[in-house]
């Protein structure tokens, strides 16, 4: 029996669909859809109803479920023995996204090998739901993602890093005293789109401006948005951990508004319950030396 196609049963159980467990699995569907017919030819039996998008457990589905857990679970822990086993380094498993992998894990990374000085890090770079996923899988043990909840995750809030507007050291808004945000209608601006909650806060301030901001850039590509804004090439709202030394090298300027006041990137760090304690403790404390405390 292919375990593959186990484990496509147990996603597809979890997310209750076939699309959202390809993701997770970073298949197609029609892979995921492939593994489920193909154990069910195995097993002889059908072990999901599928009406429309919705997908249910048979009785047959319902019988093998705890042990294709059993199954999944048992094989995963083998091949984590043969690794603690293994003459090699520990292996650490990260997943972050690409704020957190461009802005924090090299802030954090080598002090933490200075406490674990055998630990060998593997890196993996997605979305705050494809890491959420992939850490329930035990396909990666730890995770730098926004705000998340899960009843199996261990979640610790890790930065709050207040979003801002940046200016080029050179912009006419880097010498005024007092800017009021309707003056932002008359600049050209960059929006980093990065489809958390707190942007949508900016955008909702925008809605209330006249006139509206002039914005001829949107992008989610945080690296584009800040090379825009050292060229002087026009404004950007942006987290402070990206241009923490530009500004300090005075390159760029930030500008604060009371409308966009207390707006934040929230980034927290998940484990599985149990899993990774020390580890889990440490990158807590070098955060807060590193990046400094929270604004939250």
Not at 2 to 31: C, D, M, R, T, W
Not at 196 to 215: K, Y
């Amino acid at each position: 029996m292919n375990i593959e196609n186990i484990e496509a049963f147990v996603y597809v159980l979890h997310y209750g669909s076939f699309n959202k467990a390809a993701e997770a699995l970073f298949l197609s569907q029609p892979s995921v859809t492939a593994r489920i017919q193909s154990l069910e030819r195995e097993l002889d039996c059908v072990l999901f109803d599928r009406v429309g998008k919705q997908v249910h457990l048979t009785e047959q589905g319902k019988r093998f479920r705890p042990y294709a857990q059993q199954l999944v679970d048992t094989y995963r822990k083998g091949k984590q023995q043969l690794r603690r086993n293994s003459p090699d380094k520990e292996e650490l498993r990260i997943g972050c996204t690409a704020s957190a992998a461009h802005y924090m894990l090299p802030e954090l990374i080598p002090a933490l090998r200075e406490r674990f000085p055998e630990l060998r890090l593997k890196l993996f770079t997605g979305t705050t739901d494809e890491v959420a996923a992939r850490v329930l899988g035990k396909e990666l043990d730890l995770g730098f993602v926004r705000k998340t909840s899960h009843p199996d995750l261990q979640t610790a809030a890790l930065y709050e890093d207040p979003i801002r507007l940046y200016v080029h050291a050179n912009h006419p808004f880097a010498t005024a005293e007092r800017l009021p945000i309707e003056a932002l209608g008359r600049e050209p601006l960059f929006f980093f789109e990065c489809g958390a909650l707190d942007w949508m806060r900016i955008h909702r301030v925008f809605e209330n401006m006249a006139p509206l901001p002039n914005l001829i850039v949107q992008t989610d590509n945080l690296e584009t948005a800040k090379k825009l804004v050292l060229r002087n090439a026009g404004i950007c709202f942006l987290p402070g951990l990206s241009v923490r030394e530009e500004e300090a090298g005075g390159l760029v300027k930030a500008i604060d508004f009371p409308e966009t006041s207390g707006i934040a990137l929230s980034t927290s760090l998940i484990s599985r319950h149990g899993e990774n304690a020390d580890i889990f403790r440490e990158l807590r404390r070098i955060s807060l030396e590193r990046l400094g405390p929270s604004i939250g």
